[in-house]
């Protein structure tokens, strides 16, 4: 049994900064590439950031040079931090992680965390 939590959402004022943290836990063997995506009312999910378990990184367009992905190989965790937050980008955030257990390779979603960017 896996399961992936995210946590560290929030309401935040313009300007501001914050960090999601999406652990991993249960029968893992190895975890490949994790990534964060989000979706706003009435909008697609849509890729925001994701790292290779080599550490290889991508973002989305409209959100590069303020928000940056790392992880926790050892702690089966990966985090986003976000800066000079806009009311854009108020969504939920969904982590996404593919993971190798006893049975096979796995891509697991967690249940989501709100991230609201208001004054």
């Known amino acids: 049994q896996v399961q992936v939590v995210e946590s560290g959402g929030g309401l935040v004022q313009p300007g501001g900064s914050l960090r999601l943290s999406c652990a991993a836990s249960?029968?893992?063997?190895?975890?490949?590439?994790m990534a964060w995506y989000r979706q706003a009312p009435g909008n697609q999910r849509e890729l925001v950031a994701s790292?290779?378990?080599?550490?290889?990184?991508n973002y989305a367009d409209s959100v590069k040079g303020r928000f940056a992905i790392s992880r926790d190989n050892a702690k089966y965790t990966v985090y986003l931090y976000m800066n000079s937050l806009t009311p854009e980008d108020t969504a939920v955030y969904y982590c996404?992680?593919?993971?190798?257990?006893?049975?096979?390779?796995?891509?697991?979603w967690g249940q989501g965390t709100q991230v609201t960017v208001s004054s």
């Open positions: 249960g029968s893992i063997v190895s975890l490949g590439s």
């Open positions: 790292m290779t378990f080599s550490g290889r990184t």
């Open positions: 996404n992680a593919d993971i190798w257990t006893a049975s096979g390779l796995r891509n697991y």
